[in-house]
């Protein structure tokens, strides 16, 4: 146990080495996964394990709770963000890394499950609102509400959390797992066994390079759809799946994307399974000028690593502002779910609250500050 915590706390510093520097105690919330449609109910979820869908996802929250955001999902997350200020007032604040689009399931089952169409996620609420009145009557209004009141400031994720080309490929093989998924209005526990480099829920992977080039139209596209869903342009990214190839960036910079979210150390793929290691530090640019911002705190309360994710994360904030960092922390919005189960919200949202009271209590002179702001403070530099 002395060793675990003494690695633990070695790692939180060496992570911390390098990168953009203030006095300031800035904490920025990267939060992954809004908008997307991942499981459609508990009653789905029973259906697709009666039909042999197994959890694939090495977290297993994933593939139990994971499914899009509801009213009371936004309602008590408000809650807990509003609960605390800080020195100059403000809330806390998420950045949801979110998609503007799903799967339409009514248009794909029309073509007889050969054909994907999208929809916009206003769409998506309105279909859930009418099916699932209970859960998501009102939750669009409470997102559009979120962003007003500053509570929420969303950024790019991608224009669906979803690999066409294998989505596609599996579709036309009649794939069973796909096609039990969709058939309950859900896109989860489906194998990617077809190429190894490639995740069906990671829109941006690729076998061969220049398969990058057909990411274009989607991510122009994503980018359009995204104004539209949410009312501004994004400028800061991140990959559903946290993976993408540093030649997508230059279409993202064309598109008024400056800010680049990236792992410190990047396996970034190269083509048919060979990758390249990329040192990466907040406030590094890249060859177009955007900017990288390096998630340097995690905090996945509902996911059991053994860990206090709350003595954890207040670690590792500690560590960030030691050496004049600031914490970005990076969460998955399963953690904040109880669609499927309301324990499992209950549990994150708990934690949240206590790490947001630990913060504020610990450094009164705290700031909270969404990550595109982050990265427009870094460039003003």
Not at 187 to 209: G, K, N, P, Q
């Amino acid at each position: 146990m002395f060793l675990s915590k003494m690695k633990n706390r070695v790692a939180c510093n060496v992570k911390n080495l390098v990168g953009w520097r203030t006095r300031r105690k800035i904490v920025v919330f990267s939060v992954d996964d809004y908008g997307n449609v991942r499981l459609d109910s508990r009653q789905a979820r029973e259906r697709m394990e009666q039909e042999g869908l197994q959890v694939l996802s090495p977290f297993k929250g994933f593939d139990l709770y994971d499914s899009l955001e509801n009213r009371g999902d936004l309602e008590m997350l408000y809650e807990v963000l509003t609960s605390v200020k800080d020195k100059n007032g403000n809330h806390a604040i998420f950045t949801p890394f979110a998609v503007p689009c799903n799967i339409n399931f009514e248009k794909v089952r029309e073509t007889g499950y050969k054909e994907y169409h999208g929809e916009m996620l206003p769409e998506t609420y309105s279909k859930l609102s009418a099916q699932q009145p209970e859960a998501y009557k009102g939750a669009w209004r409470l997102w559009k509400e979120g962003i007003r009141k500053g509570l929420l400031q969303p950024q790019f994720h991608g224009r669906e959390h979803l690999n066409l080309k294998l989505f596609n490929e599996k579709l036309q093989k009649r794939d069973e797992k796909l096609l039990t998924a969709l058939k309950n209005r859900s896109c989860a526990r489906i194998s990617s066994e077809e190429y190894e480099t490639v995740s069906i829920l990671a829109a941006f992977d690729f076998w061969d390079v220049n398969e990058n080039n057909q990411f274009r139209e989607i991510i122009v596209d994503g980018l359009d759809a995204f104004e539209r869903v949410f009312g501004y342009r994004a400028t800061h990214f991140n990959p559903p799946g946290g993976r993408e190839h540093s030649s997508i960036h230059k279409v993202l910079k064309e598109n008024d994307v400056h800010f680049i979210d990236t792992p410190m150390i990047k396996r970034e793929h190269q083509g048919k399974g060979t990758y390249r290691t990329k040192l990466n530090y907040t406030g590094k640019k890249n060859k177009h000028g955007q900017l990288f911002l390096v998630r340097n705190v995690v905090f996945e309360p509902t996911q059991n690593r053994g860990v206090d994710w709350v003595d954890h994360a207040l670690m590792q904030i500690e560590a960030a502002f030691r050496w004049h960092r600031p914490a970005i922390i990076s969460s998955h919005r399963v953690n904040f779910c109880g669609h499927i189960d309301e324990k499992n919200r209950k549990i994150g949202l708990e934690a949240l609250q206590t790490l947001l009271a630990g913060i504020t209590a610990r450094w009164p002179e705290a700031e909270f500050m969404a990550a595109d702001e982050l990265g427009k403070l870094i460039a003003s530099k």
